[in-house]
């Protein structure tokens, strides 16, 4: 009986060199033949039996790496096929022995788990899908109420065409308001980062970023705080 398992993991990822050593090793003890494919951001392709060909590549900026595939097999029969996406993991388990297949995918989704970052649901949330979601959620709310007749009825309500061009502009004034700020925060908190050669520098770069934004918000919070209770005691 031939088993085939196709998996996807949609969390962030951030890709360390001991993770991907981690990685060839479990597949190098389970397949004879390993190939490893990294695709640049310039088109370019590195190709190799063995990742540490992969870890001693530079991974410049204009040429940094965005995706890693492995391929491995023993037959046409027993066989994994992965790719680290820039958007999302998956890989497919050919084997004839369903209890093997399953335990080996089991032990990649631990494996791609332990690389799932603590910032993993900023990176998945864009700020404009959130606010579309929001003003939709909004208007068919006032919409609920006005069709119960719990709110009244205004005489000046707009048209079909009225409203349709007004959620029109209103969608385009919030992408284009919260753009920069989407591609900022992907910036910030990547979906999938290769923390690799000079890349670790950008790393560096992206924390210190990250712990001026937080201590923003918490002396924003604080002072907020303070605030209150002071206008409070006049």
């Given amino acids: 009986m031939k088993t085939k398992i196709f998996k996807k993991t949609r969390h962030s990822l951030l890709v360390e060199e001991e993770d991907l050593t981690a990685l060839y090793e479990f597949l190098k003890n389970k397949y004879k033949k390993i190939k490893i494919t990294a695709f640049c951001v310039d088109g370019s392709r590195l190709e190799s039996e063995d990742i540490e060909d992969i870890l001693k590549f530079n991974n410049p900026h204009y040429r940094k790496i965005k995706a890693i595939d492995f391929e491995a097999n023993d037959t046409y029969e027993e066989r994994i096929s992965l790719e680290i996406g820039e958007e999302e993991t998956e890989f497919t388990i050919d084997s004839q022995n369903d209890e093997a297949a399953r335990d080996r995918t089991q032990e990649l989704l631990k494996v791609f788990s332990g690389m799932k970052p603590s910032y993993d649901l900023i990176a998945r949330i864009s ?108």
């Fill in 127 to 234: 700020v404009f899908g959130s606010l579309i979601v929001l003003w939709g959620i909004i208007g068919l709310s006032f919409s609920t109420l006005r069709l119960f007749k719990l709110l009244p009825q205004s005489d000046s309500s707009l048209s079909a065409t009225e409203s349709f061009n007004y959620a029109i502009v209103v969608t385009l004034i919030i992408f284009l308001i919260t753009y920069p700020i989407d591609r900022f925060r992907s910036w910030v908190f990547p979906k999938v980062f290769f923390n690799l050669g000079t890349q670790k520098r950008e790393m560096e770069k992206i924390k210190n970023w990250r712990d001026i934004i937080f201590k923003t918000i918490l002396l924003g919070i604080v002072v907020g705080i303070s605030v209150y209770f002071i206008t409070r005691s006049f």
